[in-house]
């Protein structure tokens, strides 16, 4: 790099203040407060001859005085001093016009004749004399004058030039300054390589690359020595190819540090050749170690993303401003033969559900984001597949939209699954509609002694009325008060047959919030007549307070009834021991409703009876199905609850089921 000049060159450096940029410079000035000859106010042409002209005058003067009051000779010396000082300050020609003045008034005043202008030929000598003394004066002083200028002007332009170079160097200084600051940032040194002489100069930047000493003489040889041993075969070829073809090089490389690191190094170099014919490299060294582990992350970035992608379920899609797909995962079959379609175009249900795509296609157009998006296409093979879609926009910079990218999944199994369920809950809400059936056939006479009891009280009060209407003397308020009986006994045959009708009836549960309570009661007063004639006694010990739940009303029903008329039927073959049923309703804990119907029947032999009697088909009945129990466990546990048997220590079994407590917020 370039450096300063010597510190005691004249002119100090205080020409120079703050950056060259800023720094200001002027001509000097050569005499304390005044400036150069040549340039005052008297240097012009008339000034300088009246000068001329006045000093004669002077000169004149002081010699006449001289002569009349001192009575001496006239003083040639004083027209002669006269003339150099002229020829001094006014040059050559002023010089000149002096010297012709000076020599008429020498001959007109002091030179017999006096006042005249006739010369004596004693006086030629003297004349001649004065003549060439003068003319030498007026050349000396004219060419010491010339000089002197001369002199000061190229003075004055070596000052100026040396503080051009000073102001060049302090410019070139600040810009290596800048250059050695931008190649550490940057992370890039240069290099200068002469082919002729084998000289190699390297920046600051350089030396701190390889880490040597800037007291170091950089060579080919320590250059090489820093390079990988992997790499140095290679370096060393294109280092001898260059030398030998004086062509540009671009090449890259490891760098072995002395404590174990590796750098990753990019030297490229521009070869020209001078007016010899020797060629000179300028190159650049740059440390792209960053760069290289930025790219190796990236590669395995984007190589842990191909085997997500190609393990995964998943398959990644792209569409275009227009929604067609532009860009699929090699995954995909499922839409590998859709690439310039609409996601509508290559699905196979917009005619069966045309809502649903119209509000897809406002969210498309809207360009917002949408999840779990589910459609059915085909396969290249003509078979259906389920796909769930979920993608975002993409906007350019300026805020422009490109399209869509997303995830989309083969979810065929999970919807076949889906309809299997769906499929299954119809043939298990089927079976529990025959069961309901069934179990209304075995009531019977339950329901119809239940129907039988307000139907005839209906009976004896329409008859009552009808006396009382018929009498000479109609009792209207008793004819009142049989008809408002009539009504009840209606109301009470209609609730048995609603709820008949409800056990009947072939529809979805449907959820409300309901008393525990109730439901037992509701069960009660339709298996009452069975159970009169059963010879079974009832005993309720329901919670005083409310219990409610979240349930349908007729699948509760359906459960209890089943596990009252399992009760019932294990206690017919029991004589040893009055046939009583409990049931009981209570809090379980904070959350939970507890549900038992206990029994004094045959009980239930083993643990592994107790598990195994709800399984389809598992009975121990002679004439059973083995479905009521496995249906009522179903039912439970689709309300969230649990039903589970287990034998009395006396005798007997006790079922019971828990249902979650139904908050009113819920």
């Given amino acids: 790099m370039l450096r300063g000049q010597n510190e005691n060159d004249a002119g100090a450096s205080d020409l120079l203040v703050g950056p060259p940029e800023a720094a200001t410079w002027s001509r000097p000035v050569l005499f304390s407060g005044q400036p150069i000859a040549g340039v005052a106010p008297w240097s012009s042409t008339i000034s300088r001859y009246a000068i001329a002209v006045l000093a004669m005058a002077v000169a004149l003067a002081a010699s006449k005085a001289a002569v009349t009051f001192l009575h001496i000779e006239p003083f040639v010396s004083l027209f002669l001093c006269a003339i150099m000082v002229v020829a001094w300050f006014g040059g050559f020609g002023p010089g000149l016009l002096a010297t012709v003045l000076g020599l008429l008034a020498f001959d007109y005043y002091l030179v017999p004749p006096i006042d005249a202008f006739t010369v004596d030929s004693k006086q030629l000598p003297r004349l001649a004399l004065f003549l060439a003394v003068a003319l030498f004066v007026n050349w000396l002083s004219a060419s010491q004058r010339t000089a002197t200028r001369s002199l000061r002007r190229s003075r004055n332009d070596l000052l100026a030039a040396l503080e051009d170079q000073r102001r060049i160097e302090a410019r070139l200084l600040h810009s290596e300054m800048y250059l050695a600051e931008a190649q550490r940032l940057s992370q890039t040194g240069s290099f200068g390589w002469n082919l002729a002489t084998g000289e190699l100069l390297w920046s600051e930047e350089t030396f701190r690359i390889f880490q040597y000493d800037r007291t170091t003489k950089p060579d080919l040889a320590s250059a090489i020595q820093r390079v990988h041993p992997e790499d140095r075969t290679l370096a060393q070829q294109t280092i001898d190819l260059a030398s030998s073809d004086g062509r540009d090089f671009d090449h890259e490389f490891r760098l072995l540090m002395p404590d174990g690191a590796v750098k990753y190094i990019r030297a490229l170099a521009h070869a020209s050749r001078d007016e010899s014919g020797n060629v000179r490299f300028v190159g650049a060294v740059m440390d792209v170690t960053a760069t290289k582990k930025a790219e190796e992350e990236l590669r395995q970035s984007e190589q842990r993303f191909r085997d997500f992608a190609e393990t995964a379920s998943d398959w990644f899609w792209e569409t275009g ?79 422009v939209f490109l399209g869509y990218r997303g995830v989309a999944s083969d979810i065929s199994a999970t919807v076949r699954a889906e309809q299997a369920e769906a499929a299954l809950q119809e043939a298990q809400a089927n079976l529990a509609h025959a069961t309901r059936v069934t179990t209304l056939g075995e009531l019977a006479a339950s329901i119809a002694h239940e129907v039988n009891q307000p139907l005839a009280a209906i009976m004896a009060n329409a008859e009552a009325c009808l006396r009382w209407l018929s009498s000479d003397s109609p009792n209207m308020d008793a004819a009142r008060r049989s008809v408002e009986w009539i009504i009840n006994d209606g109301s009470r045959a209609a609730d048995v047959i609603g709820r008949v009708r409800a056990l009947a009836a072939k529809k979805g549960g449907e959820k409300t919030r309901l008393d525990i309570n109730e439901v037992v009661n509701e069960v009660r007063a339709l298996v009452q007549r069975q159970l009169s004639d059963s010879r079974v006694s009832l005993r309720m010990e329901l919670a005083p307070a409310a219990l409610m739940v979240c349930a349908d009303r007729v699948q509760l029903q359906q459960v209890i009834i089943n596990l009252v008329m399992n009760g019932v039927e294990a206690m017919q073959s029991v004589s040893d021991r009055p046939h009583e049923l409990t049931i009981r309703s209570q809090r379980d804990n904070v959350s939970q409703v507890l549900v ?44 969230g609850g649990r039903l589970s048997a287990s034998g009395n220590a006396g005798q007997g079994a006790t079922f019971q089921f828990t249902l979650p407590q139904c908050d009113e917020d819920t």
Avoid: Q
């Fill in 596 to 639: 038992t119907v206990e029994d004094r029947g045959v009980g239930i032999s083993s643990a592994e009876n107790a598990d195994r009697m709800f399984d389809a088909f598992f009975t121990t009945k002679s004439n059973g199905l083995g479905l009521g129990l496995s249906i009522c466990r179903s039912i439970i546990e689709a309300h």
């Fill in 321 to 399: 401003p227009d929604h067609r797909l532009v860009s699929v995962s090699r995954k995909s079959t499922a839409v590998s033969g859709s690439i310039g379609m609409t996601i509508w175009e290559a699905a196979c249900d917009v005619e069966e559900e045309p809502e649903k795509w119209r509000l897809h296609r406002d969210i498309l157009n809207a360009h917002a984001a949408f999840r779990d998006f589910r459609f059915r296409s085909m396969k290249a093979n003509g078979s259906p597949v389920y796909l769930a879609a979920s993608g975002r926009p993409v906007f350019n910079s300026a805020g």
